[in-house]
Every structure is written in structure tokens, then in C-alpha cells.
């Protein structure tokens, strides 16, 4: 155990200081990874967790960017303090789609979200309520304003983005031990013991899904402000099916699982782009063999077994 909490203090030690020895270019492949991760992170509240098989996370993120873009361009208000709102709003999304959806299981919630992330990116396509700017999408995004130093390169942007994936690994962590955390691995383990147990089965998948949907709003802001212009291409199904094989290939329900999946599902095909032609081929390969040999993900959640309970 004490090794392996020196093995992470090494790695975070050397992920910290990586970009005084990368250029421009890795260093924003990182920040790429780090906003990967936080999103991957944010959907395996709900699949990893509540193990609700949910594909249409980019339709939460798209939410939060649009409020975010919208807000800034128009009133000036700037990105940091519209995080928590592009949440919320993502939030309420979540909540309106969640009633009636909520009791679906397995391949039907699957796609019924599928076909959500599809509305959102149509309704964005088709500049709803004049707001969105259509297939052209919204210019001119200010950058994140941190105490009057404004962040605008990649290096700027690799320690505010894994700043907030550090925030995010240290409250994930926290939400997992909790009595709420517990309940919606039991959730995933047994829907039928747990409702026996005394465990609002509709509520707590509700939250769940209201609380991905929060987190991956608030780094739809960070996203928005990052690129300075964002279109209804930017949050398509395939967006979700990364974060979906993110959290899959990583290990549903442990958050270094997670991490690692960001950075072998985004940062890894980095490596390969000189072969261009057959780096997807060798991505492809490498998920196949991961699935037949290491089904449950690379990390896979830790069995633990609780005295106690939850009423």
C-alpha cells in the first residue's frame, strides 16, 4: 500500500512538471486528456456507479459549453464565474430527462439516450431560439480570467484543467465512500436487494444522473473558453461513445481506472499519428484484445463488503 502511494506521488510529481519538457503540441495533448478525464470521470457517476448504461453524456457537456458561450458573448460575463451556472443548467437538462426515462434498463436506456445527444446536436444545428448560431456555431468565447491573468496557451490551460481534475479526483473519492455513493453500487450489484434494503431505487438514479450531467457542464464551460468557438460538430455521438469506452476500458467505477482510459484513449493514438493510415487499425485491435482479456477494465472497482446497511 505505501508503495503504491509513492508510485501515484511520482507520477503526479512528473505529470506536474511534463510541460516545461513537452512542446506546444503534447502539452495541449494533455490538456486534452485532462478534460477527457474530468468528463470520463463525471460519467462514470453514472455508469460506473449506478450502472446506468448512458451514451448520450456529450448532450450534458453540449448544454454547459452553450450556456457558457452564450452568456459570455452576449452579457460579457466571464468563463470562471459561468462554470457553475453552464452546470446547473446541464443539471436541470438532466433532471427534465431523467423523469421519464429513469425506469428504462440496460440496451433501452442505452438508446434512448443515444437518441437524446442526437436532439441536442439537431436542435443546435437548427439555431434554437435564434441563440446558437446554427451549423456555424458561436465566435468569439472569451479565455478564463483567473485573478486578472488571463489563460490562453497550452501550457496556461494544462494546469487549470488538471487542477479541476484534481478537485474532481479529491471530491469523486470523497462521493464514493459516502452513504449515497454506497447505495448506487448497490444499485448497479442488485436493483432488486437494493429496493428490498429501503433504497428509493428512481431517486437515486435521478441524482446520479443530475450530477454527471453538473460536472460535465461546468468542463463544457473550460471546453468553450479553450477552443474560443464552438459548433454542434464539437458535441456529436461520438463524443459520447469515447467517454462511454473511456470509462469501460479504464475500469467502471474506479476513478484511476478512469484516468489511465483518458489518457490511452486519447493520448496514446497520439503517438501512432505518424501512421496515419493504420493507427485506427492498431486502436481497434487494442480495444478487441482488452475486451477478450480484461473485460472489467483495466483497473476493475474494488469489491468491498459494508457492515452497515442504508435505509
Same mark, same amino acid.
Given at each position: 500500500?505505501?508503495?503504491?502511494?509513492?508510485?501515484?506521488?511520482?507520477?503526479?510529481?512528473?505529470?506536474?512538471?511534463?510541460?516545461?519538457?513537452?512542446?506546444?503540441?503534447? +502539452?495541449?495533448?494533455? =490538456?486534452?486528456?485532462?478534460?477527457?478525464?474530468?468528463?470520463?470521470?463525471?460519467?462514470?457517476?453514472?455508469?460506473?456507479?449506478?450502472?446506468?448504461?448512458?451514451?448520450?453524456?456529450?448532450? /450534458?457537456?453540449?448544454?454547459?459549453?452553450? +450556456?457558457?458561450?452564450?452568456?459570455?458573448?452576449?452579457?460579457?460575463?466571464?468563463?470562471?464565474?459561468?462554470?457553475?451556472?453552464?452546470?446547473?443548467?446541464?443539471?436541470? %437538462?438532466?433532471?427534465?430527462?431523467?423523469?421519464?426515462?429513469?425506469?428504462?434498463?440496460?440496451?433501452?436506456?442505452?438508446?434512448?439516450?443515444?437518441?437524446?445527444?442526437?436532439?441536442?446536436?439537431?436542435?443546435? =444545428?437548427?439555431?434554437?431560439?435564434?441563440?446558437?448560431?446554427?451549423?456555424?456555431?458561436? /465566435?468569439?468565447?472569451?479565455?478564463?480570467?483567473?485573478?486578472?491573468?488571463?489563460?490562453?496557451?497550452?501550457?496556461? %490551460?494544462?494546469?487549470?484543467?488538471?487542477?479541476?481534475?484534481?478537485?474532481?479526483?479529491?471530491?469523486?473519492?470523497?462521493?464514493?465512500?459516502?452513504?449515497?455513493?454506497?447505495?448506487? =453500487?448497490?444499485?448497479?450489484?442488485?436493483?432488486?436487494?437494493?429496493?428490498?434494503?429501503?433504497?428509493?431505487?428512481?431517486?437515486?438514479?435521478?441524482?446520479?444522473?443530475?450530477?454527471?450531467?453538473?460536472?460535465?457542464?461546468?468542463?463544457?464551460?473550460?471546453?468553450?473558453?479553450?477552443?474560443?468557438?464552438?459548433?454542434?460538430?464539437? /458535441?456529436? /455521438?461520438?463524443?459520447? =461513445?469515447?467517454?462511454?469506452?473511456?470509462?469501460?476500458?479504464?475500469?467502471?467505477?474506479?476513478?484511476?481506472?478512469?484516468?489511465?482510459?483518458?489518457?490511452?484513449?486519447?493520448?496514446?493514438?497520439?503517438? %501512432?499519428?505518424?501512421?496515419?493510415?493504420?493507427?485506427?487499425?492498431?486502436?481497434?485491435?487494442?480495444?478487441?484484445?482488452?475486451?477478450?482479456?480484461?473485460?472489467?477494465?483495466?483497473?476493475?472497482?474494488?469489491?468491498?463488503?459494508?457492515?452497515?446497511?442504508?435505509?
Amino acid at each position: 500500500m505505501k508503495n503504491k502511494k509513492i508510485i501515484d506521488v511520482l507520477i503526479c510529481v512528473a505529470l506536474f512538471v511534463s510541460p516545461f519538457f513537452l512542446n506546444m503540441y503534447w +502539452t495541449d495533448v494533455l =490538456v486534452n486528456v485532462g478534460i477527457y478525464a474530468i468528463l470520463s470521470l463525471s460519467l462514470n457517476i453514472i455508469l460506473g456507479y449506478c450502472g446506468l448504461f448512458q451514451m448520450g453524456h456529450a448532450a /450534458f457537456y453540449a448544454v454547459g459549453a452553450y +450556456t457558457a458561450a452564450i452568456l459570455n458573448v452576449k452579457y460579457n460575463i466571464p468563463i470562471l464565474i459561468l462554470m457553475p451556472v453552464a452546470g446547473i443548467f446541464a443539471g436541470i %437538462f438532466a433532471f427534465i430527462i431523467a423523469k421519464p426515462i429513469i425506469h428504462l434498463r440496460g440496451d433501452y436506456l442505452l438508446i434512448v439516450t443515444i437518441g437524446i445527444v442526437e436532439i441536442v446536436r439537431i436542435a443546435l =444545428v437548427n439555431n434554437v431560439f435564434g441563440l446558437t448560431g446554427g451549423a456555424n456555431g458561436i /465566435f468569439g468565447i472569451d479565455r478564463p480570467n483567473v485573478f486578472g491573468f488571463i489563460v490562453k496557451t497550452p501550457f496556461h %490551460f494544462f494546469y487549470l484543467i488538471y487542477f479541476l481534475l484534481s478537485i474532481t479526483v479529491l471530491l469523486f473519492s470523497r462521493f464514493e465512500n459516502s452513504k449515497f455513493g454506497r447505495a448506487l =453500487v448497490y444499485i448497479k450489484e442488485d436493483e432488486v436487494a437494493a429496493e428490498g434494503s429501503g433504497i428509493n431505487i428512481a431517486k437515486y438514479k435521478t441524482i446520479a444522473f443530475v450530477i454527471g450531467a453538473v460536472w460535465a457542464g461546468m468542463i463544457g464551460a473550460i471546453f468553450a473558453s479553450k477552443m474560443t468557438i464552438i459548433s454542434p460538430d464539437s /458535441f456529436n /455521438f461520438w463524443e459520447s =461513445v469515447i467517454l462511454f469506452t473511456i470509462v469501460l476500458i479504464g475500469g467502471s467505477g474506479n476513478i484511476k481506472g478512469v484516468i489511465l482510459g483518458s489518457f490511452l484513449i486519447i493520448g496514446l493514438p497520439e503517438l %501512432f499519428r505518424d501512421f496515419a493510415s493504420a493507427r485506427m487499425l492498431i486502436f481497434g485491435m487494442a480495444m478487441i484484445a482488452m475486451m477478450i482479456f480484461k473485460s472489467e477494465g483495466i483497473f476493475p472497482p474494488v469489491r468491498k463488503i459494508y457492515k452497515i446497511a442504508i435505509k
